[in-house]
């Protein structure tokens, strides 16, 4: 079936530390791929997408990109900060005409960034 | 940028009793919106998928009797848990999608926490 494996968590970092965060997935089909950031008492936003194959996401700094070959989105950061210690998902929507275009989650990472 | 609430943010409540969450998009018409259920450590997990003005999709192995869904409006969205037990106590995100298509963008409220004791 379909579905996305991350890295757990938590990953604790020191501040300008790099940050990888690994998100493998499996689908069918050409899937669209996405992070998503969760911040503490907040909704998930958006970070960053690709739609398809050898595109780059980036973000606030944060890049990942779309890999078909090795089935794999990881999101990384060259120089993490105490704000963006938050909780990250990774996920993948099915691209076809029947979809309801809904999101598939990994089970998310925890970032604690300390100064 | 799009805005999505959800409320109450935390509720606790008996064994037996019925729960409302309600979610709103704030800023925009929301044609199609999700529930979504977390465990602690899990992903989020598709509850079902409602379009406004018509009955809920729900995905394999959730209760539609259990778990009652009304997009009655373009802004709103309620989820009522029924006859809720311990093992209905959980995490409920919603999120709401502006357009038809499917690659447009979901916006996520940021949860309920459901506590059944």
């Known amino acids: 079936g379909n579905s996305v494996t991350q890295m757990e968590g938590p990953v604790t970092l020191s501040e300008e530390a790099f940050l990888t965060i690994n998100c493998t997935y499996t689908?069918?089909?050409?899937?669209?791929l996405f992070w998503y950031v969760q911040y503490p008492g907040e909704g998930l936003q958006l970070l960053l997408k690709?739609?398809?194959?050898?595109d780059k996401g980036s973000n606030k700094g944060f890049e990942a990109t779309y890999r078909k070959e090795t089935t794999s989105f990881h999101l990384e950061k060259g120089s993490v900060q105490v704000s963006d210690s938050a909780v990250y998902f990774c996920?993948?929507?099915?691209?076809?005409?029947?979809?309801?275009?809904?999101?598939?989650f990994g089970k998310g990472t925890k970032l604690s960034v300390k100064p | 940028g799009a805005v999505v609430s959800q409320h109450p943010s935390r509720v606790i409540c008996k064994s037996g009793t019925s729960v409302k969450i309600e979610c709103r998009s704030l800023?925009?018409?929301?044609?199609?919106m999700f529930w979504y259920r977390q465990f602690p450590k899990q992903s989020l997990m598709l509850m079902a998928t409602?379009?406004?003005?018509?009955?809920?999709?729900?995905e394999q192995g959730v209760e539609k009797d259990k778990f009652l869904i009304n997009h009655a409006s373009l802004t709103l969205s309620t989820l009522t848990v029924t006859s809720a037990h311990p093992e209905d106590s959980s995490f409920y995100i919603c999120?709401?999608?502006?357009?038809?298509?499917?690659?447009?963008?979901?916006?996520f409220g940021p949860g309920t926490r459901l506590t059944v004791l």
């Open positions: 999120s709401a999608r502006p357009g038809q298509g499917y690659t447009d963008t979901q916006y």
């Open positions: 689908a069918t089909g050409y899937p669209s």
């Open positions: 690709a739609t398809k194959a050898d």
């Open positions: 996920a993948l929507r099915l691209n076809y005409g029947g979809s309801q275009g809904n999101l598939i």
């Open positions: 800023d925009f018409q929301a044609t199609t």
């Open positions: 409602s379009n406004e003005g018509s009955k809920a999709t729900y």
